[in-house]
């Protein structure tokens, strides 16, 4: 039984560049979020997805990354252009319905801009 | 906003002995989660609890909605119970809102 897989487990980048970050949440879920986590700032809420629509886009997120759920099995995040501050692990998580059950987590994506 | 405050932000227990987490809601919250960070990073369940208590081996926890608080006992403490603790708490929408967390250390 799968968990939420993430790819690519680390991820280094030039400053400017674009990067591309994956997730195929747990089968069957319907509900994805992305969030960063930071040592300063904790877990912060980026995109949420409730069956492929998008519900939440990031806020103070929105200008530089950008998330999509091109089918229900499968989600990216792209972060375009990439800025040094932008260095964190990225996690996404799902869960079969938002408010009553279990958040399950991947392992996260550990990204370094140079 | 929505916070959460956990406490304590450290904690070191010596194998055998236990102690309690606690997180405080400013606001009351539907639901609480309670993770571990592995030493993987990765974030792993413990406890969801949308009212009430459970336990689950050596670890308890407990969520009063209406007190706004959760707790997370942890007994008979061992080695590999080390590692950083979260809650998470489901507000009212789809909204998570975690913790700072609380790294425990276990030592002999």
């Known amino acids: 039984d799968a968990g939420v897989t993430q790819t690519p487990r680390h991820e280094v980048a030039e400053k400017g560049q674009t990067i591309i970050l994956k997730c195929e949440p747990v089968?069957?879920?319907?509900?994805l979020f992305w969030y960063r986590q930071t040592k300063i700032q904790g877990l912060e809420l980026l995109s949420y997805?409730?069956?492929?629509?998008?519900?939440?886009d990031g806020g103070a997120f929105k200008d530089r990354f950008k998330a999509e759920m091109l089918n229900s099995s499968f989600s990216t995040l792209k972060i375009q252009p990439t800025e040094p501050k932008d260095s964190a692990v990225y996690l996404c998580?799902?869960?079969?319905?938002?408010?009553?059950?279990?958040?399950?987590f991947g392992s996260g994506t550990r990204l370094t801009v140079l | 906003g929505d916070q959460v405050e956990q406490s304590p932000s450290a904690l070191s227990l010596h194998e055998g002995t236990g102690s309690a987490l606690r997180c405080n809601f400013t606001?009351?919250?539907?639901?609480v989660q309670w993770f571990r960070k592995n030493s993987r990073g990765s974030l792993i369940n413990l406890f969801y609890?949308?009212?009430g208590t459970k336990e689950n081996g050596r670890l308890k926890s407990a969520f009063d909605s209406k007190e706004r608080y959760s707790t997370l006992h942890i007994r008979d403490a061992q080695l590999e119970d080390s590692g950083t603790y979260f809650c998470?708490?489901?507000?009212?929408?789809?909204?998570?809102?975690f913790g700072s967390g609380t790294r425990l250390l276990v030592s002999p």
């Open positions: 997805f409730r069956s492929k629509s998008l519900m939440e």
């Open positions: 998580a799902s869960s079969f319905r938002q408010s009553a059950e279990t958040l399950y």
């Open positions: 089968s069957g879920h319907n509900d």
């Open positions: 609890l949308a009212s």
């Open positions: 998470a708490a489901r507000t009212g929408g789809y909204k998570v809102v």
């Open positions: 606001t009351t919250m539907r639901a």
